[in-house]
């Protein structure tokens, strides 16, 4: 009986839809599923694919459109499931209104569409629709498999995803019990601690944070004093102690809390770039030398320039 329930997608979902609608947690739920029916019924990605729409009224249980890669790229997810994908570089982007994971050559782009469903589109396949979805969703789904895969070691990996969504990203990451090997690591940050969701999960020698802040640290004391806090506990994070080289693209002016950064032995870079170049206001620059000469009497700054 056990088995013959295992082996029905749609008992399993119906399982899965009771739980959502009595509103027992994720997790949970699946632990309680595993113990009835056993431990290999289901990944908990899916469990939780499921239980998420099921938990916003979306009932239909022979929706199949989540694994978007597979319907795309059949060979490139049986390649990343099974096996050493051997990708060098990787790319997840989102914003409001799409999502895009590149995989070296092979680019998915996820698009919201205007009726609530999404249209997923690869340079290698035609488009697909997948109504009652959300271009995010798909994407993380997707780039979790991926994630999954101990086998990885990247070239490169970069990550832009809108502050609002670095929760859900969060939570795939967490569950990983592993780190994600990557010669390079690259992200953006906004007005937000990206830094503490992504880098406790990665394991790289190459670190590239891009802390573009919109809150105006020149006029907004608060402001300022959250980002000597951010800046004093980057410093202080085992990720970027142990990292080889660190860069910073910052938005700099007069008032910049730089000191904070002053016990961060493996910065290499401080840079805001602006045509191609590398470019550190003068009144930036002479406080931070200055600075620097107070604390190290015998140590001189390697990187920095002129406006």
Same mark, same amino acid.
């Given at each position: 009986?056990v088995?013959?329930?295992?082996n029905?997608?749609?008992?399993?979902r119906?399982l899965?839809?009771?739980?959502a609608? @009595?509103?027992?947690?994720?997790?949970e739920?699946?632990?309680?599923?595993?113990?009835?029916?056993?431990?290999?019924c #289901?990944?908990y990605?899916d469990y939780e694919?499921?239980?998420?729409?099921?938990?916003?009224?979306?009932m239909?249980m022979?929706?199949?459109?989540r694994l978007m890669?597979h319907?795309?790229?059949p060979?490139?997810r049986?390649?990343?499931?099974?096996?050493?994908?051997k990708?060098?570089?990787l790319s997840?982007?989102s914003?409001k209104?799409?999502?895009?994971i590149?995989?070296? =050559?092979?680019?998915v782009?996820?698009?919201?569409?205007k009726e609530? @469903?999404c249209?997923?589109?690869?340079?290698q396949r035609?488009e697909?629709?997948?109504?009652?979805?959300?271009?995010f969703?798909l994407?993380l789904?997707?780039?979790?498999?991926?994630?999954n895969?101990?086998?990885?070691?990247?070239?490169?990996?970069?990550i %832009?995803?809108d502050a609002?969504?670095?929760q859900?990203?969060? @939570?795939?990451?967490?569950?990983?019990d592993?780190?994600?090997?990557?010669?390079?690591?690259?992200?953006?940050?906004?007005n937000?601690t990206?830094e503490?969701?992504?880098l406790?999960?990665?394991?790289s020698?190459n670190?590239?944070i891009?802390?573009r802040?919109?809150?105006n640290?020149?006029?907004?004391?608060?402001?300022?004093?959250?980002?000597?806090k951010?800046?004093?506990?980057?410093s202080? #994070?085992?990720? %970027?102690k142990?990292?080889?080289m660190?860069t910073?693209?910052?938005?700099?002016?007069?008032v910049f809390?730089?000191?904070?950064?002053?016990? %961060?032995?493996k910065?290499?870079k401080i840079?805001?770039?602006?045509?191609g170049r590398?470019w550190i206001p003068?009144?930036?620059?002479? %406080? =931070?030398?200055a600075k620097?000469?107070?604390k190290f009497?015998?140590?001189?700054?390697?990187?920095? @320039?002129?406006?």
């Amino acid at each position: 009986m056990v088995e013959a329930f295992a082996n029905d997608p749609i008992a399993l979902r119906q399982l899965i839809a009771y739980e959502a609608l @009595g509103n027992i947690p994720p997790f949970e739920g699946y632990k309680n599923m595993c113990k009835r029916i056993g431990d290999g019924c #289901m990944e908990y990605i899916d469990y939780e694919f499921w239980y998420k729409r099921f938990s916003r009224g979306e009932m239909d249980m022979e929706f199949d459109g989540r694994l978007m890669m597979h319907k795309v790229s059949p060979r490139l997810r049986t390649c990343i499931e099974s096996m050493d994908p051997k990708l060098r570089r990787l790319s997840f982007k989102s914003g409001k209104e799409h999502s895009e994971i590149n995989y070296d =050559f092979t680019d998915v782009i996820y698009r919201q569409g205007k009726e609530g @469903g999404c249209q997923v589109k690869s340079n290698q396949r035609k488009e697909v629709s997948v109504p009652n979805s959300d271009h995010f969703e798909l994407a993380l789904h997707d780039i979790s498999v991926v994630f999954n895969n101990p086998k990885l070691h990247l070239e490169s990996l970069y990550i %832009c995803v809108d502050a609002d969504k670095m929760q859900r990203l969060r @939570g795939i990451l967490e569950r990983l019990d592993f780190k994600i090997k990557t010669d390079r690591i690259e992200f953006h940050t906004e007005n937000s601690t990206e830094e503490a969701v992504i880098l406790p999960w990665i394991q790289s020698e190459n670190i590239c944070i891009h802390m573009r802040e919109y809150k105006n640290t020149k006029t907004d004391e608060t402001s300022l004093e959250e980002m000597r806090k951010r800046l004093k506990k980057l410093s202080e #994070m085992i990720e %970027c102690k142990e990292s080889k080289m660190l860069t910073l693209h910052l938005d700099l002016d007069e008032v910049f809390p730089i000191e904070q950064l002053l016990n %961060c032995r493996k910065l290499s870079k401080i840079m805001e770039t602006r045509y191609g170049r590398l470019w550190i206001p003068k009144r930036v620059f002479s %406080c =931070f030398l200055a600075k620097v000469l107070t604390k190290f009497s015998n140590w001189i700054p390697v990187y920095g @320039g002129f406006d």
